[in-house]
Each structure stands twice: as structure tokens, then as C-alpha cells.
């Protein structure tokens, strides 16, 4: 299994292993994003614990409520074929499933995680027959060129990075003129919230030992 030819191009000069189809950075990443890395990986392994076709629907209306109907935006039509999507932070896909699964066929999807939760959400492209690729990396420290992404997503994801406002600024210049960035930051997580991670984190705990 190999990388499309687009996204070797992509990465081409810079150290990353490619394995399973999935180029993976060499350089190691700092203690906390490590930490990121263990927790989030574990978390996105747990399918039963976000496939069922409640959190599935609730999902879409979530994405659908905060940024509109991407799939169907007209602007798609004004960055030719094949336009790229960046999905930095993309965990196990599931956000990008609910809003643009209808366009896939038609766009360059590249998910960019620092876990290894980029094979889980292989694992559920190729189960939908959806072309997409994938990198595991931290997204905040790669060499991508400025202005190379149609639409750049990062849903829940620039608050968990060593610094919110440099992240911001790092995946921003990747959007290219006339391109659009989806993305979300809490400033304090809910209660629900809270426990669900700290549930997830003692799960992490328990099966380490």
C-alpha cells in the first residue's frame, strides 16, 4: 500500500517512515504532545464508543449546525478538480465523514493526527470505499507549503497543541487565497466533557498495566 503520488509530492525532503501507506514523522514530538498522542490514540481506538447511528446522526447535525453545509458549498467550483482538504487534528475521521463524505470522490483529503489514530480512520475510509490519505505527525510541525489547502479543518484540536494561538497561525497559512478554515476551540471544557476524557484517561491507565 502506498501514498497517492499528490501526497509524496507533498513530503517529499522530509523525514517521515511510510508505513501501511501512512507516511509517520521521524523527529519526536515534545513530552506533552507524546502524552496527547497516547490518549488520544487509545481514545479513537474505542469504535463502539462513537459508531452507533445516534452519535453517527448527531454528529452530522453537530457539523452541519456549526459550519453549514460544506459539502454543498458552491465555492467548491472556483478551486478546480481535486481541490486539497487538510484535516489537522482528523482522530479517527469522524468529523470530515459527517460533513463531506458526499465530495470525496471529487477532493484530495489528507487527515493529519499525532496518533495513531490515523489507522483507525483508514481503516474506516476503506470500509466505505472513500479515497483519502492520511499522515501521522504533529501538525504543528510540519514544512507544508503556505496556501496549498481549499478548505483546512480543525475541529477541537489547536487547544490540545503546546501553544492555541501559535497552532492557530501555523494552520492557518496553509489555506490558499479564497480558501476557507473550519475550526473550533473551547476556551473550558463542559462537565460531560470533563469526565468523558477523565473516563477515558483511567481506561488509557488500566489497560497500560
Not at 504532545?33 to 490514540?41: K, L, S, Y
Not at 481535486?82 to 482522530?91: F, Y
Not at 501538525?139 to 503556505?146: E, I
Request: hydrophobic share 40%.
Amino acid at each position: 500500500m502506498n501514498p497517492p503520488p499528490w501526497l509524496l509530492d507533498l513530503v517529499d525532503g522530509h523525514d517521515f517512515e511510510i508505513r501501511d501507506g501512512i507516511p509517520r514523522a521521524c523527529t519526536a514530538s515534545t513530552v506533552s504532545q507524546a502524552q496527547t498522542a497516547a490518549a488520544f490514540g487509545f481514545k479513537w481506538q474505542q469504535r463502539e464508543s462513537f459508531e452507533s447511528e445516534t452519535m453517527l446522526r448527531l454528529t452530522r447535525e453537530h457539523v452541519t449546525d456549526r459550519y453549514g453545509p460544506i459539502a454543498a458549498a458552491e465555492w467548491w467550483a472556483e478551486h478546480g478538480p481535486n481541490p486539497l482538504v487538510i484535516d489537522a487534528g482528523c482522530g479517527a475521521g469522524l468529523t470530515a465523514l459527517a460533513m463531506l463524505e458526499p465530495i470525496f470522490p471529487r477532493i484530495h483529503y489528507l487527515g493529519i493526527d499525532i496518533s495513531d489514530a490515523v489507522d483507525v480512520a483508514a481503516e474506516r475510509f476503506r470500509e466505505r470505499g472513500l479515497p483519502a490519505a492520511f499522515m501521522q505527525a504533529d501538525y504543528t510541525d510540519l514544512s507544508l507549503p503556505d496556501g496549498i489547502a481549499t478548505f483546512v479543518l480543525a475541529e477541537g484540536t489547536l487547544h490540545h497543541t503546546d501553544d492555541t494561538r501559535v497552532a492557530f497561525h501555523k494552520v492557518a497559512r496553509l489555506v490558499a487565497p479564497g480558501g476557507r478554515f473550519g475550526f473550533y476551540i473551547y476556551r473550558r471544557k463542559a462537565p460531560i466533557r470533563e469526565r468523558s476524557e477523565e473516563h477515558t484517561s483511567e481506561l488509557q491507565s488500566h489497560h497500560d498495566l
